[in-house]
């Protein structure tokens, strides 16, 4: 995992936030957790929120040198963490009640970091599994994968 990002309370994801997001944190992220790699080596996958598919934000995806997976519109869940951080964080905190925004966050940084090399590995195989039946069924919708 190389960016945990907290939204500020009332903040609306845009484009132009969530550019600022990739520039500044992710950036800022890959450079410490990786400082070896090239931004042309990161594949960048996200889902076809309005803020991730502005014409801007490609623009911008390009200008960093990332490459991009693009999803289908009315794909499932391919991104891996709508399909498998997201639900595995929730689980882990489900039912219990913090005192504090912060307190919330470091349970969730917690969590995440609690994810070892094969939880990633099986995230990486599921992930290609989803996109091979994507690509199956033309990319139409499906309910469940």
């Known amino acids: ?8 309370d009332g903040q609306t994801i845009n484009a132009t936030y969530y550019q600022k ?24 996958h996200h889902d076809n929120a309005p803020a991730h598919r502005a014409q801007s934000t490609v ?14 519109p009315y794909s499932p869940d391919l ?6 951080v997201f639900p595995e964080v ?7 009640r913090f005192a504090s925004k912060h307190e919330l966050t470091v349970a969730a940084q917690r969590s995440v970091s609690s994810f070892d090399a094969d939880w990633y590995r099986d ?8 996109h091979i039946k994507c690509i199956r069924v033309g990319g ?5 994968i």
């Not at 992220?29 to 931004?39: E, F, N």
């Not at 623009?59 to 289908?72: H, K, M, N, T, Y």
């Not at 929730?90 to 219990?96: C, E, P």
């Not at 139409?140 to 469940?144: L, M, N, P, Q, S």
């Open 1 to 8: 995992m190389l960016l945990i990002h907290q939204v500020p």
């Open 21 to 44: 997001v990739l520039r500044r944190d992710l950036m800022n992220a890959l450079r410490k957790k990786r400082p070896t790699i090239d931004a042309s080596a990161v594949i960048l």
């Open 79 to 84: 991104a891996p963490m709508d399909f498998r």
């Open 59 to 72: 623009l911008e995806i390009d200008v960093i040198g990332f490459q991009r997976i693009s999803q289908p």
């Open 140 to 144: 139409d919708y499906v309910e469940k």
């Open 90 to 96: 929730k689980s882990q905190l489900r039912g219990i």
């Open 123 to 130: 995230t990486f195989d599921k992930w290609i599994s989803r």
